[in-house]
């Protein structure tokens, strides 16, 4: 049988999923709902909308790790052994920089914005994340 090839591990003995020999994914949480509530700034204790902005944080981080090209691991664990030479922990300029693009994602679901004159915000996620790019040789 043939297995994907993903970031994360093939752990044979899950017993979490429908079927053993689950592939799962590492969890790559660096926020807390709270936190996404605030950001997108929603009433910090209603979780009616805690599903999509996990959502748009998971694909803030991937969004993350292809513009970085580097692997982010929690701020608060050291990293695995196995962990590849551009693993990145998530500091907090990018954990802001996750922040920031779920709260703008937030505001503009859409893929076109109609009838505003909108512009990057100076310094704001690439200012961010830029010096934690990975150059390879």
Do not use: C
């Not at 994914?25 to 936190?35: A, I, S, Y």
């Not at 664990?77 to 693993?87: K, S």
């Not at 503009?108 to 150059?135: F, K, M, Q």
Request: proline fraction near 9%.
């Amino acid at each position: 049988r043939q297995r994907q090839k993903r970031r994360g591990r093939w752990d044979p003995d899950s017993g979490g999923g429908p079927r053993k020999g689950v592939f799962f994914w590492m969890e790559k949480v660096f926020w807390t709902p709270r936190q996404l509530r605030i950001q997108a700034r929603l009433e910090p204790d209603d979780d009616s909308l805690d599903d999509q902005l996990s959502l748009y944080a998971r694909a803030a981080v991937r969004s993350v790790e292809h513009g970085t090209k580097r692997v982010l691991y929690p701020p608060d664990q050291p990293l695995p052994d196995d962990a590849p030479a551009n693993a990145l922990q998530a500091n907090e300029d990018i954990q802001l920089a996750i922040l920031m693009m779920v709260a703008h994602w937030f505001d503009n679901p859409g893929a076109v914005n109609i009838g505003n004159i909108t512009s990057e915000i100076p310094l704001g996620y690439r200012h961010l994340t830029d010096p934690h790019r990975w150059y390879s040789v």
